[in-house]
T-cell receptor
Framework: KAGVTQTPRYLIKTRGQQVTLSCSPI?????VSWYQQTPGQGLQFLFE???????NKGNFPGRFSGRQFSNSRSEMNVSTLELGDSALYLC????????????FGNGTRLTVT | AQSVTQPDIHITVSEGASLELRCNYS??????LFWYVQSPGQGLQLLLK??????LVQGIKGFEAEFKRSQSSFNLRKPSVHWSDAAEYFC????????????FGAGTRLAVHP
């Protein structure tokens, strides 16, 4: 089975721009979660989607948004980029939730200049 | 609020030596606990998980962890470390009712000397 696929692997953007990151979950997995990883704040939960519905959201500003499509693929969008948004963005999938472990992709490294 | 503490930021061990990485959590009920490993430039790989039952959990790559409720700990162990184990290790707890919201510790970076 193919793992979680995130595209692109690397992105360089300028302050004020917006960016869209993509995540394809493991086949059959209906839950997709997003995490931000930075040296200062560590790993922080952004949001989780299941069957195209956002079930949970972390403590991030409204500039961070996401969506999930009917095939479970997910995208996250960051508008009006700030330097502090530079991070590794990780996507994880699981069959449903609760006691199903998360399977992580290799992430998208976003650099904001 | 639930939290996870990994007291050791960096640990260095010699190849072949034993390893123990510490993890403490705060949560009233029985937690769902995980250990993940991250190699440079990579995502997180699940090493093992604890949901209930036997408090000694076996994982991949020869790792094991022991859940101790009395100490609120979930320490990761390996009897003999290999150079390829050099990576960053994260302990995490599933937030109650959180729909796949994991709360991570700050991580422990492991270096292995030949």
């Amino acid at each position: 089975k193919a793992g979680v696929t995130q595209t692109p692997r690397y992105l360089i953007k300028t302050r004020g721009q917006q960016v869209t990151l993509s995540c394809s979950p493991i086949s059959g997995h209906r839950s997709v979660s997003w995490y931000q990883q930075t040296p200062g704040q560590g790993l922080q939960f952004l949001f989780e989607y299941f069957s195209e519905t956002q079930r949970n959201k972390g403590n991030f500003p409204g500039r961070f948004s996401g969506r999930q499509f009917s095939n479970s693929r997910s995208e996250m969008n960051v508008s009006t980029l700030e330097l502090g948004d530079s991070a590794l963005y990780l996507c994880a999938s699981s069959p449903s939730g609760g006691d199903s472990p998360l399977h992580f992709g290799n992430g998208t490294r976003l650099t904001v200049t | 609020a639930q939290s996870v503490t990994q007291p050791d930021i960096h640990i260095t061990v010699s190849e072949g030596a034993s390893l123990e990485l510490r993890c403490n959590y705060s949560y009233g009920a029985t937690p769902y606990l995980f250990w993940y490993v991250q190699s440079p430039g990579q995502g997180l790989q699940l090493l093992l998980k604890y949901f209930s039952g036997d408090t000694l959990v076996q994982g991949i790559k020869g790792f094991e962890a022991e859940f101790k409720r009395s100490q609120s700990s979930f320490n990761l162990r390996k009897p003999s470390v290999h150079w390829s184990d050099a990576a960053e290790y994260f302990c995490a707890v599933l937030e109650s009712g959180g729909y796949n919201k994991l709360i991570f510790g700050a991580g422990t970076r492991l270096a292995v000397h030949p």
